[in-house]
């Protein structure tokens, strides 16, 4: 996780800390480079709190990382998982540059419950990002929680949502309340129902689906790379 541990918003499902986070670090990119490194990695995840504070939202930041890793292990694929950044095409724009074989963002919720559960952050605002990313020819995913009290029909209309925004690789996972001040559970999906909805997502035709309770966006990230990026 890069731009520091605080978040600019305060999400009902997350954990992360919220506040006025510090300005960034201009090492990063070579320090997450040299861990790359270090650990001789085949496929890379890089992920990052909400930086609504920096006036790009930290898209350069995200561009130097890229850089970095691709410079000193070029044999590894690098898989972004970005915050909305508004949906601002300039700053997508410098993060598309940068090369990344995959990106994520994730839509979180079906739309009902995302006034609820997300600050700041809108449905159509996350639809927007992921289709500028798919028409600019990136590999796009995206994930959602299910147990928060949504219905069938509507992770189904998400997932057409999605695929219709162009995104190909898609996970789908149980929605865990971190503290008792956070947003309750309000069901625990069956893995019956995990299975149904990976079914249906192949059948939309997602390249790659995730879907099982304890699945989160990185859950074999490398597996859905090598599907995706052949196609």
Request: charged content about 20%; some cysteine; proline content about 5%.
């Amino acid at each position: 996780m890069i731009l520091g541990d605080i978040c600019t918003r305060n999400c009902r499902f997350c954990a992360t800390k919220t506040g006025h986070p510090l300005p960034p670090d201009k090492d990063e990119p070579q320090k997450v480079a040299q861990s790359v490194a270090l650990m001789n990695l085949r496929h890379v995840v890089v992920t990052s709190v909400t930086r609504d504070d920096l006036p790009d939202h930290g898209a350069a930041h995200w561009a130097a990382v890229v850089e970095a890793i691709r410079e000193k292990s070029p044999q590894a694929t690098i898989e972004l998982l970005i915050s909305d950044l508004d949906a601002v095409e300039s700053r997508l724009d410098t993060v598309i540059a940068s090369k990344p074989d995959i990106i994520g963002h994730n839509i979180e919720t079906v739309s009902r419950l995302t006034p609820t559960l997300r600050t700041k952050a809108t449905y159509q605002t996350s639809l927007a990002t992921l289709s500028y990313l798919a028409k600019r020819g990136c590999v796009v995913k995206s994930g959602l929680m299910v147990g928060l009290g949504e219905t069938e029909e509507e992770v189904v209309k998400t997932m057409h949502d999605l695929y219709n925004a162009g995104v190909r690789i898609i996970t789908i996972g149980q929605y865990l309340q971190p503290t008792a001040e956070h947003y309750p559970v309000a069901e625990y999906v069956t893995p019956q129902k995990f299975e149904e909805y990976k079914a249906i997502a192949l059948q939309i035709g997602f390249d790659f689906c995730a879907s099982a309770p304890l699945v989160r966006s990185s859950y074999l990230a490398d597996q859905a790379a090598k599907v995706a990026i052949k196609h």
